[in-house]
């Protein structure tokens, strides 16, 4: 336990923050949706009649759907585009080991199955990141129009207005609002993160060069 607790540390830190902050998300969004109902004269929901409602599964899949973006574009973006300097970019005109397939690749007893298997299915699996990531995106989306819809819907039948389908209000500003604004920010953060690595320093940490190095020097 204690060798494995070592191994994965920081996904387990990770997805325990995740955790902690999503349980934080629903207690908080509880309260604030039914501070919202009283106000407005609506009956309020049970703790897991809340889990159903679009006012909380929109704000969940609103910002999974730009994280997932986020890194998704990232990943394909630094197949072909470079950064000179930063330490989040390939060195420009170089074939790295990320850009080949060593030809006895298959030989290596720890190789994947799909590397040993080749055809389709190595093809599949040497871009199963960027699919998982889009298709993550995808879903998200999806269920950020789904949430959407409903909570607009609940906010058009409490001011007595007409109700629109969840294909209608993917078409509404309201929802484009809700995606750009968080589109915007994930794409500033990781450009901010790609270009302050050329100049800035973490001592210890992979994403960053080593403190020594020079302004110029690309890659870790």
């Known amino acids: 336990m204690r060798r494995f607790l070592h191994n994965n540390g920081l996904s387990l830190a990770l997805f325990g923050l995740f955790f902690f902050s999503l349980v934080g998300q629903y207690l908080t969004g509880f309260q604030?949706?039914?501070?919202?109902?009283?106000?407005?004269?609506?009956?309020?929901?049970?703790?897991?009649?809340?889990?159903?409602?679009?006012?909380?599964?929109?704000?969940?899949?609103?910002?999974?759907?730009?994280?997932?973006?986020?890194?998704?574009?990232?990943?394909?973006?630094?197949?072909?585009?470079?950064?000179?300097g930063s330490s989040e970019s390939k060195t420009p005109n170089t074939i790295e080991?990320?850009?080949v397939i060593a030809e006895d690749s298959r030989r290596k007893k720890d190789a994947p199955f799909p590397v040993k298997r080749?055809?389709?299915?190595?093809?599949?699996?040497?871009?199963?990141?960027s699919i998982a990531l889009f298709a993550l995106f995808a879903l998200s989306f999806f269920l950020h129009g789904v949430g959407g819809?409903?909570?607009?819907?609940?906010?058009?039948?409490?001011?007595?207005?007409e109700q629109i389908s969840t294909i209608e209000y993917f078409a509404t500003s309201r929802f484009w609002f809700e995606s750009f604004q968080n589109w915007q920010s994930e794409f500033l953060s990781i450009g901010a993160m790609i270009v302050l690595s050329i100049f800035l320093r973490q001592k210890g940490s992979p994403e960053s060069k080593p403190v020594d190095s020079s302004h110029s020097e690309t890659g870790k």
């Open 32 to 84: 604030e949706f039914n501070n919202e109902q009283r106000d407005h004269g609506q009956p309020t929901k049970s703790h897991i009649g809340y889990f159903g409602e679009g006012h909380f599964i929109e704000a969940v899949f609103e910002n999974w759907e730009s994280e997932f973006l986020q890194m998704g574009m990232y990943v394909v973006l630094t197949i072909f585009l470079y950064q000179k």
């Open 97 to 99: 080991a990320v850009d």
């Open 118 to 129: 080749g055809g389709f299915l190595l093809k599949l699996y040497e871009n199963s990141l």
């Open 149 to 161: 819809a409903k909570d607009y819907n609940r906010e058009q039948i409490t001011h007595g207005e």
